[in-house]
């Protein structure tokens, strides 16, 4: 547990700021932190104390003297701190360290499953339940994820399309574009956002304009020191690692899946006529492919 919250302060401006009173062994751990955090940040205390020449106890000691209970919670915060700050160029590194050779399929497919299992703890049940609640009685249906949470902001909308019939997708290449879509916000409405490191402005402003009109914002991100955090009213938090210049975004969508099926779950009749319809529509023109007709065709 950390003693001092790396919300309440930059990590890294913090370790500049106390590089006068650390020993000379902690600042040799600072100076390489803040010349590479980019790679301090997945670090274990062994290679760190490695890499700067001390000994892992010193490094364990230069975690406590930043506030922190230990090591681990130490990272935890510098990694979540960093997220937001690394280049594209970085991130490749940072892949090749998590990665690494061998079975790359083994360790992605783990390292993913981690994040999901990590999530299960971070996402408040309070704080689920009204953004289900929220969602279920709104008048409009605002959906914003920019760039690589655009994927998952299309998947979100596409269901919750099939349930309501005030959804709206957000999309424009610029947040002028987008408030224009949503001027007529007001405090009826819900809007939710996805943003994952590294952060996406055009979201962050798009959700501002959304909580001066009134209206209840839900975020779908990493941490409380994600922008979007302190300004939505409900927070579902999901761990999302760099894998490289790719982002894990396979337990930001199982947050979704369950969202879904509980916003599901208080609308059985919607769905069940929505869905009733929709199979005779697709029977009717044939847009699934019936395996059994296919192979006597052949």
């Known amino acids: 547990m950390c003693l001092v919250s790396a919300v309440e302060k930059d990590i890294l401006k913090e370790i500049s700021n106390r590089m006068p009173v650390f020993s000379k062994g902690q600042r040799k751990i600072a100076k390489f932190i803040l010349d590479h955090y980019d790679e301090a940040a997945y670090m274990n205390a062994s290679m760190l104390g490695s890499v700067t020449g001390v000994s892992e106890s ?39 360290m998590m990665v690494g050779e ?17 999530s299960v703890s971070l996402v408040n049940r309070e704080d689920f339940s009204d953004a289900v609640a929220s969602i279920s009685k709104a008048n409009h249906i605002y959906i914003i994820g ?25 999309m424009g290449s610029s947040s002028g574009e987008i408030l224009e ?27 501002e304009y959304a909580k ?32 490289s210049f790719v982002d894990s975004l396979v337990s930001p969508l199982s947050v979704i899946n369950a969202l879904l099926l509980a916003i599901g779950i208080r609308h059985p009749k919607e769905l069940n006529k929505t869905f009733s319809e929709l199979e005779e529509l697709w029977e009717e023109h044939e847009v699934y492919n019936r395996g059994k007709e296919s192979i006597d065709e052949s």
Do not use: W
């Open 58 to 96: 010193t490094v364990v000691r230069f975690a406590t003297a930043l506030g922190f209970q230990g090591y681990p919670d130490f990272l935890r915060e510098l990694n979540d701190a960093v997220k937001s700050k690394l280049t594209s160029v970085q991130r490749v590194g940072v892949g090749s």
């Open 181 to 207: 879509q949503i001027h007529a916000i007001d405090e009826g409405d819900v809007i939710i956002g996805i943003s994952f490191p590294r952060y996406s402005s055009i979201t962050v402003k798009v959700l």
């Open 102 to 118: 061998g079975d790359v399929v083994k360790k992605v497919m783990r390292l993913d499953a981690d994040c999901v299992n990590k």
């Open 212 to 243: 001066k009109r009134g209206a209840k914002a839900i975020a779908i991100t990493d941490s409380e020191l994600s922008p979007i955090s302190r300004i939505s009213d409900y927070k579902l938090y999901s761990k999302c690692e760099i894998m």
């Open 146 to 170: 920019a760039r690589s949470s655009s994927a998952l902001a299309v998947f979100l909308n596409y269901y919750l399309s099939m349930m309501f019939k005030n959804v709206k997708l957000l």
